[in-house]
């Protein structure tokens, strides 16, 4: 994970500690703002799920068994409410169905790894979001937090081997988007 | 050059106020929500917290009565054994006891009593009778 190193005061945020929810809140805010808000792309929505994931997190925070999973689970919370978000404006389910594809044979980078000019970013963001949302998701997670294969199952709901399949596509179009354009 | 995480937080840095206020929101919540509800988890574990330090100094002072507790045992009993000429035989002991359960019996029940026969007075004091036959 990208930012693995952090101290998080989980044990005291279990007791109720607000001074270590805050910290906790701190450090996840935007990135948990910035995931759910490429995914439902409505800020306002975003903030409101942002904040009932926050309070979902306080309140639950004893059936998160293992305190280095804590990142995962808060943002698995987030992924969940922008479902319930997707289902109750009534979309098309299609929207999240399985994208069909094949299992892929590569090695998924490191996300630090992949850096990107100025002139390419906002057609890296143009590509992010043309991407459906089950591979949009897989990729925001990867970049945003640096989860492994894993960790994304366990966010999105997703089988390990989906993950990797939607992962290298995504990393795909978007390898071709940067070799095209330099 | 930036990464994909810089580009994509970057996009949403106009947020960081609201989601300052959303946070300062939800850490009220959690405060006035662990002082309204003394009864939870949350004030049962703080009373815990308050009593660390008297639970560690009465096991401090447990802790000692133990190792003194251990060390007087010992020295009692080598007491005992230099104080005594020779240590009590095991035997003495139980004909004591034995005597002593005799003495019991003896006084629980008392064996019959046998009159003694009277003694005649066939002998009489020789110096009483030769003043009587004096006075005669």
């Known amino acids: 994970m990208a930012n693995a190193p952090d101290y998080l005061p989980i044990q005291q945020a279990r007791t109720g500690s607000p001074a270590a929810w805050d910290a906790i809140f701190s450090r996840y805010q935007l990135p948990l703002y910035a995931y759910v808000c490429e ?5 306002e929505a975003s903030l409101d799920i942002v904040q009932e994931t926050f309070i979902n997190a306080a309140r639950h925070i004893g059936a998160l ?19 319930q978000r997707w289902r109750s404006l009534a979309r098309d389910e299609t929207l999240l169905a399985e994208v069909a594809v094949a299992p892929p044979s590569g090695v998924i980078d490191d996300p630090a790894g992949l850096l990107i000019r100025k002139e390419q970013e906002a057609e890296f963001m143009n590509l992010l979001n043309s991407l459906p949302p089950p591979q949009r ?25 989906t993950v990797k399949s939607r992962m290298h596509y995504a990393k795909k ?10 | 050059m930036k990464t994909p995480r810089d580009i994509i937080l970057g996009r949403h840095e106009e947020a960081v ?45 447990w802790l000692l009565a133990a190792l003194l507790g251990a060390e007087e045992s010992p020295r009692a009993v080598r007491g005992t054994a230099t104080a005594g000429a020779a240590p009590a035989l095991p035997m003495a002991g139980i004909l004591a006891l034995r005597e002593y359960s005799e003495e019991l ?32």
């Open chain 1, 137 to 161: 998701s897989v990729l925001l997670l990867h970049f945003i937090e640096g989860f492994s294969i894993e960790e994304i199952a366990a966010i999105t709901g997703a089988q390990p081997g």
């Open chain 2, 105 to 136: 019996d003896e006084a629980n029940n008392p064996p019959p009593r046998h009159e003694p026969p009277p003694v005649p007075h066939a002998c009489a004091d020789p110096r009483r009778e030769r003043e009587r036959s004096a006075i005669a």
């Open chain 1, 65 to 83: 068994r293992e305190d280095a999973k804590f990142s995962s689970w808060l943002f698995g919370i987030a992924h969940q409410k922008c479902i």
């Open chain 1, 173 to 182: 179009a978007l390898r071709i988007l940067i070799e095209t354009k330099s």
């Open chain 1, 39 to 43: 995914l439902v792309r409505d800020p």
């Open chain 2, 17 to 61: 106020p609201a989601l300052d206020a959303i946070r300062e929101r939800a850490v009220a919540g959690i405060a006035a929500r662990r002082k309204s509800d003394p009864g939870s988890l949350y004030g049962f574990v703080e009373f815990l917290l308050s009593l660390r330090w008297h639970a560690v100094a009465m096991s401090v002072v």
